[in-house]
Nanobody
Framework: QVQLVESGGELVQAGGSLRLSCAAS????????MAWYRRAPGKQRDLVAR???????NYGESVKGRFTIARDNAKNTVYLQMSSLKPEDTGVYYC??????????????WGQGTQVTVSA
């Protein structure tokens, strides 16, 4: 019913920058919160950043001041601008969206993930 497709993950050197994108498509009426999560090697999936429909944001402690989340409601897309990257930022980054589909039902959807690798 709804698909989330992430892009932008790649290998980058420490101190570098990357921009991730996540586009939602399908039977969408509206999207509430959108968020990025990260699963580092051998660890659980943790929240990186979240943004509400009206643009309010919150961030995980480890990324505050370095990452910025933004969204384009007209394009059903969320972005994650990552700067001053560190090796510990390495992991698979997942997009999540709380979507109201055309029937009026609210459901949570996840993307397939995009790999970010930061070399020392």
């Amino acid at each position: 019913q709804v698909q989330l497709v992430e892009s932008g993950g790649e290998l980058v050197q420490a101190g570098g920058s990357l921009r991730l994108s996540c586009a939602a498509s399908g039977m969408i009426f509206s999207i509430n919160d959108m968020a990025w999560y990260r699963r580092a090697p051998g660890k659980q999936r943790d929240l990186v950043a979240r943004i509400t429909r009206d643009g309010s944001t919150n961030y995980g402690e480890s990324v505050k001041g370095r990452f910025t989340i933004a969204r384009d409601n007209a394009k059903n897309t969320v972005y994650l601008q990552m700067s001053s990257l560190k090796p510990e930022d390495t992991g698979v980054y997942y997009c999540k969206a709380d979507v109201v589909i055309l029937s009026g039902r609210l459901s949570e959807y996840w993307g397939q993930g995009t790999q970010v690798t930061v070399s020392a």
